[in-house]
């Protein structure tokens, strides 16, 4: 039997609610989630193992040694990288996986796996971007204004993407997702 699993990833700028939609499509089809490892600290209420595998600069930095990972970046003065074991059994034995990651990171990613899906998530404007930021509170006022800076960057790069999503309407965002695994799933049967 072929294997039909599918690697997707997944960017957006920080602040366009990308992770928000992720979950209530994971409620609605079957994706695994693959879980980063970064140096940033945990925000309240996010779990090692969970959200992210927390790891110092050292552990990052021989995990890149042993070639673990399969891409990694440094982000807002963190590194952010995919660990090979999250994702290369999964699509082995037939799970359909996300990466949820940044824009340098995607690029090299899709190097890797030259079929994977690749998703851009929009904000409806710059401003309504900034705005998310702030009012997330979760960051301090330098790390706020490297990540507009970093959201604005990263927008440019939503033309290498497969598709965009506009999330202006959150439950609408999620079904055009949706939609979208589910119509390249039945193309590539
Ligand atoms: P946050 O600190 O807000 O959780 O994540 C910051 C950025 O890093 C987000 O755009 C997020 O998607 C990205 N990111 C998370 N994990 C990874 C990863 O494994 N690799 C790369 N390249 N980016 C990641």
Do not use: W
Request: aromatic share 8%; glycine share 6%.
């Amino acid at each position: 039997m072929k294997n039909n699993a599918k690697l997707i990833i997944l960017s957006g700028p920080s602040g366009s609610g990308k992770g928000t939609i992720l979950s209530k499509v994971r409620e609605k089809i079957e994706i695994s989630y693959s879980v980063s490892a970064t140096t940033r600290k945990p925000r309240e209420g996010e779990v090692d193992g969970v959200n992210y595998h927390f790891l110092t600069k050292d552990e990052f930095e021989s995990r890149i040694k042993n070639g673990e990972l399969l891409e990694y970046t440094t982000y807002c003065d963190n590194y952010y990288g995919t660990l090979k074991s999250e994702v290369e059994s999964k699509l082995a034995q037939g799970k359909d996986v996300v990466l949820e990651i940044e824009v340098i990171g995607a690029m090299n990613a899709k190097k890797i796996f030259p079929d994977a899906l690749m998703i851009f998530i929009l904000p409806p404007s710059e401003e309504i971007l900034e705005n998310r930021l702030r009012r997330r509170n979760t960051e301090d006022e330098e790390t706020l204004s490297k990540r507009i800076f970093e959201a604005k960057r990263e927008l440019e790069y939503s033309k290498f993407y497969d598709y965009t999503i506009i999330n202006d309407e959150l439950d609408e965002a999620v079904e055009e997702f949706v939609n979208i695994v589910n119509k390249e799933k039945t193309q590539n049967i």
